[in-house]
């Protein structure tokens, strides 16, 4: 009792604290009031006339707190930063897709870039396969996933599930459980998204692998189709992104449900830096190296340097692997 008592009062003051994507001094003390109410209660369990009344009026109020949490929704209409003030969406014609708001910004540095937008329609009878990029800056454990729609020659589509941040607000991990967050899939041309990543981002730097995955192609295009669902579903509706729950790669194992053959849950998409490694396993990457011979022929930052602003920098990132 005393654990769960302790472990409600840290969540119901973070809670409090963060409040609906706000804080400020009566926040603040609101939270330091709640977790005096936790000490209280913890003390009072140690006397047995007080136990039940101080437990009964803590549940109360942890219940209040839990119904205000859950009521706070998410929204569109936010003063959002440049590089996620716009919501891709598509339109569909037979096997043709047509997606709207593609980014193709044109970066000078992480945080200086020149905002672009673009339109393309896609044949889904032209896609050839799709690749899995992992980005990795914090050790081996954790990576940002993005996936990668190709439909031939320098035609590759890419797709960032990521937390959709205010103005002035950084990423934080521990926001990401408070409903902090929007969910934001930023659908880009790979030399933005990637680009980005390789060549750009230096505090810390970032390294990137980039993996083409196997299975059939009508996958492929169940996978393409429920992402653009989902993208249109997201202007109508938006949601939170949770740092466990529904992240980057959480995500994309969701939406590769629409699939009957897609894999089964693992503890290695939580710690999505082992994705890869999960998805050698299950043999949907190519099984003819050793894992860490194809790791090393996955890392592309090389060749993202060597592309930069190229007109076909996916096809120049992806030659060694022809």
């Not at 109360?60 to 891709?88: H, Y």
């Not at 939406?255 to 897609?262: K, L, Q, S, W």
Request: proline share 4%; hydrophobic share 40%; glycine share 6%.
């Amino acid at each position: 009792m005393g654990l769960t008592i302790i472990g409600a009062s840290l969540w119901g003051a973070f809670a409090i604290y963060f409040g609906d994507s706000d804080n400020g001094i009566t926040q603040t003390a609101v939270a330091l009031l709640f977790l005096l109410c936790g000490l209280a209660t913890l003390i009072s369990m140690g006397f047995q006339r007080w136990r039940l009344r101080v437990l009964a009026a803590y549940a109360i109020l942890f219940g209040t707190i839990m119904t205000w949490w859950v009521l706070i929704a998410p929204s569109n209409e936010r003063q959002w930063q440049p590089d996620v003030a716009k919501l891709a969406y598509a339109t569909f014609d037979g096997d043709k897709v047509t997606v709207y708001n593609i980014r193709n910004f044109a970066y000078r540095s992480e945080f200086e870039y020149q905002p672009a937008y673009y339109s393309k329609t896609y044949d889904l009878n032209k896609l050839e396969g799709i690749d899995l990029i992992a980005v990795y800056w914090m050790g081996p454990a954790i990576a940002h996933t993005i996936l990668s729609f190709d439909f031939g020659g320098n035609e590759h589509l890419a797709v960032s599930i990521e937390a959709r941040k205010e103005r002035n607000e950084g990423y934080s991990t521990i926001k990401g459980f408070f409903r902090q967050f929007e969910l934001i899939y930023i659908v880009a041309d790979e030399r933005d998204v990637i680009g980005l990543r390789t060549n750009y981002r230096k505090d810390p730097p970032e390294d990137v692998y980039l993996y083409r995955l196997h299975g059939p192609l009508q996958n492929g295009r169940r996978l393409f189709l429920e992402y653009m669902r989902k993208i249109n579903a997201l202007n109508v509706e938006p949601e939170f992104y949770n740092t466990l729950l529904d992240n980057c790669t959480t995500v994309i194992w969701l939406n590769t449900r629409i699939n009957p053959e897609h894999l089964p849950f693992s503890w290695k998409i939580l710690l999505s830096g082992y994705l890869p490694e999960y998805l050698y396993e299950s043999r949907r990457l190519d099984s003819r190296l050793p894992f860490y011979a194809l790791q090393q022929q996955a890392h592309i930052n090389s060749r993202a340097h060597a592309a930069d602003q190229a007109s076909d920098f996916s096809t120049r990132i992806r030659a060694p692997m022809r």
